[in-house]
T-cell receptor, first 110, second 111 residues
Framework: DAKTTQPTSMDCAEGRAANLPCNHS???????VYWYRQIHSQGPQYIIH???NNETNEMASLIITEDRKSSTLILPHATLRDTAVYYC???????????FGKGTKLTVNP | EPEVTQTPSHQVTQMGQEVILRCVPI?????FYWYRQILGQKVEFLVS????????KSEIFDDQFSVERPDGSNFTLKIRSTKLEDSAMYFC?????????FGPGTRLTVT
């Protein structure tokens, strides 16, 4: 599975958009980009995933560059409850395991 | 919304004792997983299970660990003889055709 690089930490003001970047320059054609988050010590929570097209759901938007070497997770209106560690994970479709890195610790400030 | 549940939420055991951590996956899911997270460290994959067989396991998942789906709803992780270094949060996850959904975890403390 391709390696990902994320900033260690980011801050965002409540109500503003949070844009979390992820680099995955070695991604291959059949690998998906998944985003999970972990709030404190709770179980990781699925957010969104994509292959090459941009995706949007009720939680977030995922923007994948045309060359697929990087992506951005967008939380359009961050709230205090969005404070968490966000993980960008690249895996092959149908792969059995998620490989978690250190992720980005997002702090949403009032 | 269906969710993965885990029991107990916290288990304290003495070194050398056997523990069984229990999970109830989402009802129509067929793929099951265990992960663990030592305090302050990354979430680590332990094992995946499908069709009553282990499909993949990590180096962490040695002979002290075993998994079982004893009935149509439960999925268990057994640690035969716990060590201090087994102290961690243990997360169960399940998957249907798409993404994995995680339970809230069991905090295992080995003393």
């Amino acid at each position: 599975d391709a390696k990902t690089t994320q900033p260690t930490s980011m801050d965002c003001a409540e109500g503003r958009a949070a844009n979390l970047p992820c680099n995955h320059s070695t991604i291959s054609g059949n690998e998906y980009v998944y985003w999970y988050r972990q709030i404190h010590s709770q179980g990781p929570q699925y957010i969104i995933h994509g292959l090459k097209n941009n995706e949007t759901n009720e939680m977030a938007s995922l923007i994948i560059t045309e060359d697929r070497k990087s992506s951005t997770l967008i939380l359009p209106h961050a709230t205090l409850r969005d404070t968490a560690v966000y993980y960008c994970i690249v895996i092959q479709g149908g792969s059995e395991k998620l490989v978690f890195g250190k992720g980005t610790k997002l702090t949403v400030n009032p | 919304e269906p969710e993965v549940t885990q029991t107990p939420s916290h288990q304290v055991t003495q070194m050398g004792q056997e523990v069984i951590l229990r999970c109830v996956p989402i009802s129509n899911h067929l793929y099951f997983y265990w992960y663990r997270q030592i305090l302050g460290q990354k979430v680590e994959f332990l094992v995946s299970f499908y069709n009553n067989e282990i499909s993949e396991k990590s180096e962490i998942f040695d002979d002290q660990f075993s998994v079982e789906r004893p009935d149509g709803s439960n999925f268990t992780l057994k640690i035969r003889s716990t060590k201090l270094e087994d102290s961690a949060m243990y997360f169960c996850a399940s998957r249907g055709t798409g993404e994995q959904y995680f339970g809230p975890g069991t905090r295992l403390t080995v003393t």
